[in-house]
Structure formats: structure tokens, C-alpha cells
């Protein structure tokens, strides 16, 4: 009996032009719905978001490739990822101001504790449970919430940590949600620094001297109030 190699490696021209028109689809699909959920699905150690990850990665990957995954089913759903990113990052560079990438980016920090108190509701909103929390404050040296400057959910899902006593800078709080009140309720507790650092506080006289730009305000509907 002849093994026919055509049949599980090679595709058909039809199925060929399906696998380009899935992956373009999928990929502003799944896109979008990273946009959406992507925050809370990096940050959540639960297994069920893991799982739904890994299924929705699965059923992208096999949508894509077709009825029968074949060698050149893959190629082609590579090679079309691949000109979808090589064209939109051209798009970027083009000096139009609508292609540009926005300068506040669509996902941003949220804030998970200021002044050493938590933000329970955020918290719950994002899928996070005290002992992720402190698993990311034990990592910055935090010993006791009173050393919680800010701790904040990054866009990737990383929990950053600032500790009291630290010159926080207004610059510091960019891209981050409600960086308008968060501001004032660090200004209230006394760590907020606009003062440029001195030479020993920037590592010495080697270190970079070049302005960093301050937040802008939030719209009134993003600013979060006090815990």
C-alpha cells in the first residue's frame, strides 16, 4: 500500500485560501479578547483560569489550521501571523496619528493597595486573593502593610510593589488607573517627592538626567476612590 504524503502534509488550494481567512479572523478576534480579559487572566493563579487560557489557546490553534491539520496548514497559519504583525507594526511607523499606538496604553496598572490598605474590590475583580497579594509583597521585602506605599497590577498580570520611606515620583503613577487620586492620597501620606534626585540618589554622578513625564490626569469616570 503506497503511503500517500500529499494527504498529511501537503493541502489543497481551497484549504489553503480557509486557513488564511481563519487565522486573520481568529487573530483580531483573539486580539480583541485579550483586551478584554487578558489583565485578569495573567494575574490569576486560579486552575480555572488557567484552563480557560489553555483551552482558548487550543481552540485558536486548531481553528485556524483547518478540518485536517496538515505541514503546510501550519506553515501558511505561521507565515500569515507573521505578515499580520510585520504589516501592522509598518502601520505604526507610518507619521500617521490615527496608526499610531496610542501613548496610555489600553491596558493599565491598577491599583491594589495605597497607604498600606488593600483594595478589596479590585482585588475580587481581577480574581485575586490576600495570599497572591503577599506572595508579591514578601518577594519586594514587605514584612507588615504599613511598608505598602502602593502595590499596583500591572498590565502583564506582575503585582509591583512600592515601599514606604521610597521618594515616589508623580511620573511613577503613569499608565496607571485613577493616578489622579492615587497622587493626592499619596501626597496626603507624605510620599510623594517632585524634587529632582540628587547624584547620590540616582546612583551616583553617572546617572541619567533626562525628564521624565508626568501622568496626565484621568477622566473623572477612571479615578477610584479611597478603600
Known amino acids: ?14 484549504g489553503a485560501v480557509a486557513v488564511v481567512i481563519s487565522t486573520v479572523v481568529l487573530y483580531f478576534a483573539f486580539g480583541g479578547l485579550l483586551r478584554l480579559w487578558g489583565q ?5 493563579p486560579r486552575s480555572v483560569d488557567l484552563a480557560v487560557a489553555t483551552v482558548l489557546g487550543a481552540i485558536v490553534g486548531r481553528s485556524t489550521i483547518g478540518h485536517i491539520p496538515t505541514l503546510a496548514g501550519g506553515l501558511i497559519a505561521l507565515g500569515t501571523l ?7 507594526r509598518f502601520l505604526r511607523r507610518l507619521p500617521i496619528p490615527k496608526l499610531r499606538r496610542p501613548q ?3 491596558a493599565r496598572g491598577v491599583v491594589l493597595a495605597v497607604g498600606g490598605k488593600v483594595r478589596a474590590d479590585t482585588m475580587r475583580t481581577y480574581g485575586l486573593t490576600m495570599p497572591v497579594l503577599w506572595s508579591a509583597l514578601r518577594q519586594a521585602g514587605v514584612s507588615h ?5 502602593l502595590a499596583v497590577l500591572e498590565p502583564r498580570g506582575r503585582i509591583s510593589v ?23 492620597q ?3 501620606a507624605g510620599e ?15 546617572g541619567g538626567s533626562g525628564r521624565v513625564p508626568t501622568p496626565e490626569a484621568p477622566d473623572s469616570g477612571e479615578a477610584q476612590g479611597t478603600s
Open 40 to 44: 485578569r487572566l495573567y494575574s490569576s
Open 1 to 14: 500500500m503506497d503511503l500517500d504524503l500529499s494527504y498529511y502534509l501537503g493541502i489543497t488550494r481551497g
Open 145 to 149: 502593610p504599613s511598608q505598602v506605599a
Open 186 to 188: 499619596l501626597r496626603e
Open 104 to 106: 496610555t496604553p489600553s
Open 82 to 88: 507573521a505578515a499580520l504583525e510585520l504589516f501592522f
Open 162 to 184: 512600592l515601599r514606604t520611606g521610597q521618594p515616589i515620583h508623580p511620573s511613577a503613577l503613569t499608565g496607571v488607573r485613577g493616578a489622579h487620586t492615587v497622587l493626592e
Open 192 to 206: 510623594l517627592r517632585t524634587a529632582p534626585l540628587s547624584a547620590d540618589e540616582h546612583g551616583g554622578p553617572s
